[in-house]
C-alpha cells in the first residue's frame, strides 16, 4: 500500500519544485542611457576659422535664432526679420561676436505650392549683424535648419560663458535636430519637401554661410 502511494508523493514534489520555479521574479531590466543627440548644433563657443585678426572670413558659419515665425504661406518678398546669434564666435580667446548679437534678414523669395510643383519655398537673404549696439553689412545665406523645444526646455542651460544678452543665444538644451519636412537647397532656398507650404517656427534656429568676409575688428 505504501507502495502505492510513492508515485504520488514523488508527482506532489516535482509539482512543487516546478511551481517554485515559475515562480521567481523575472530578471530585472536595467534601462539603457538615452542616444546622444544627433543634432550638429554647437554646445559651447565657436571658433572662427583661420583669419585675420578681427576678420570673419568667407565660409564662417553662424548659428542665429529666429525671432518671429516665417512661412511660405504667408511671408512676403521684401519682408525684414530678425534672429539672435546662438553662441559666441571666438577668435583667439577673443569674442569677435558675442551669444544674442542680432542678425537682420529679408525674405528674398516666396514659393507657394502650385497643382504640378507642389513644393512651397522661402529663401532667406542676412545682410546685417549688430554687435554691442554697431551695425556690420554681412552676405550670407541659410545652409541648415534646427528645431527647438523652445525656451522653457532651455531654462537652466545658460553658462557663465554664454555672453552679454544671453538670455535668448547661447542656450543650446532643447535643439531637437533638424527640421522635418523641410530641407535646403541651391542658394540657400529652405523647400519643403512633402508637398505643402515651409514653416520655421519662432524659436528655429538657422545655420548662416557668410559669402564675404567681415571686418569686426
Known amino acids: 500500500m505504501n507502495s502505492l502511494r510513492l508515485p504520488v508523493v514523488a508527482l506532489a514534489v516535482a509539482s512543487a519544485i516546478a511551481c517554485g520555479a ?4 523575472a530578471p530585472t531590466t536595467v534601462p539603457q542611457p538615452p542616444a546622444p543627440s544627433t543634432s ?11 583669419s585675420q585678426p578681427g576678420v570673419i572670413p568667407v565660409g564662417q558659419e553662424l548659428d542665429v535664432r529666429l525671432q518671429s515665425g516665417l512661412s511660405s504661406e504667408t511671408s512676403t518678398v521684401e519682408q525684414r526679420f530678425e534672429a539672435t546669434t ?20 529679408v525674405v528674398s523669395n516666396v514659393k507657394r ?20 549696439g554697431r551695425e556690420y553689412a554681412i552676405r550670407g545665406m541659410a545652409a541648415q535648419v534646427f528645431e527647438s523645444g523652445g525656451i522653457r526646455e532651455e531654462v537652466g542651460t545658460v553658462g ?11 542656450i543650446i ?8 519636412g523641410a530641407v535646403i537647397g541651391a542658394g540657400g532656398v529652405i523647400a519643403a519637401t512633402e508637398g505643402k507650404d515651409v514653416h520655421l517656427p519662432a524659436g528655429a534656429v538657422i545655420r548662416i554661410r557668410l559669402d564675404s568676409p567681415v571686418n569686426v575688428g
Open 22 to 25: 515559475t515562480a521567481q521574479p
Open 40 to 50: 550638429s548644433v554647437p554646445i559651447g563657443p565657436t571658433e572662427v576659422a583661420d
Open 86 to 105: 546662438v553662441v559666441d564666435l571666438m577668435q583667439n580667446r577673443r569674442e569677435l561676436v558675442p551669444a544674442g548679437s542680432v542678425v537682420r534678414g
Open 113 to 132: 505650392p502650385g497643382r504640378l510643383d507642389r513644393e512651397g519655398s522661402l529663401t532667406l537673404s542676412f545682410d546685417q549683424l549688430v554687435i554691442n
Open 160 to 170: 557663465a560663458g554664454a555672453g552679454v544678452g544671453g538670455v535668448i543665444g547661447g
Open 173 to 180: 538644451g532643447g535643439i531637437k535636430g533638424a527640421i522635418l
